[in-house]
């Protein structure tokens, strides 16, 4: 267990991550969005923590306020990292192992980040998926393709945590899959919990329903896709091209 010297380690330099991502960002507000959806804080408790009307909050991330400065950006980061640790510092611990790590998993085909968040039904559009279970939708800032079968036999709890990259709103999307139930069962054991899941290799009713029940109880997006891995990556990349370009 990290000692207090280790925790306010780990805790400064995750700010400073957050940080450094919202001042230079093209887009502060979304940014700012992306990191309060990841410590899952709704704006009420944000703002009240600040002392300040949700609105300012909603505000400064729908970019209707003028970009926040570094001194709000870093008022806000301490308040995220605040209001997580006095609920256990759950998130601050899962990001650990990220802020910590120099490899990447052999069980990544591949992973993005995106500027521009992609909603739901246009991942499920651009990948030809069928929704096994629509789950609460969250704006999605990036994807993850994982090996299944190296994911869930050569990765720990702990391990499998850093599949997410930094943000969680995120789709993750599983390969070499013969049921689905497997990835489900992995992500119900750690903290940290995707934006979307994609079970890919199956159409939504060859889903194990085992695997459509666990996400029901998570709460979970659940999609299945058999299009080919390669043009599901392409078309995936394309929509941040796209939406830089415009």
Do not use: C
Not at 11 to 30: C, D, F, N, V
Not at 84 to 113: C, M, P
Not at 184 to 194: C, D, E, G, S, W
């Amino acid at each position: 267990m990290a000692d207090n010297a280790s925790r306010e380690n780990i805790r400064q330099r995750l700010a400073e991550k957050m940080a450094g991502e919202i001042t230079l960002s093209e887009k502060p507000g979304e940014a700012l969005k992306k990191w309060r959806l990841n410590f899952e804080i709704p704006q009420t408790d944000l703002s009240s923590y600040l002392g300040v009307s949700p609105s300012v909050i909603s505000d400064y991330e729908s970019g209707r306020r003028k970009s926040p400065g570094t001194l709000i950006v870093s008022r806000i980061v301490e308040a995220l990292l605040e209001i997580d640790s006095q609920n256990g510092g759950q998130k601050i611990h899962s990001y650990e192992s990220i802020l910590f790590s120099d490899n990447t998993s052999r069980a990544v085909y591949a992973t993005y980040e995106y500027t521009f968040p992609m909603q739901l039904a246009k991942l499920a559009s651009l990948i030809e998926a069928d929704f096994v279970n629509r789950g609460i939708e969250k704006p999605l800032y990036g994807f993850t393709v994982v090996d299944s079968k190296k994911a869930i036999l050569e990765l720990s709890s702990h391990e499998f945590q850093k599949l997410y990259g930094w943000s969680t709103e995120r789709a993750m999307i599983f390969t070499k899959v013969t049921t689905g139930k497997s990835p489900l069962v992995a992500i119900r054991v750690t903290n940290l919990k995707p934006g979307a899941v994609v079970i890919h290799g199956l159409r939504g009713n060859e889903v194990d329903p085992m695997a459509k029940k666990m996400a029901e109880i998570d709460r979970l997006p659940l999609l299945a896709t058999t299009m080919d891995i390669d043009q599901l990556i392409e078309n995936l990349k394309k929509y941040s091209q796209y939406h830089v370009m415009e």
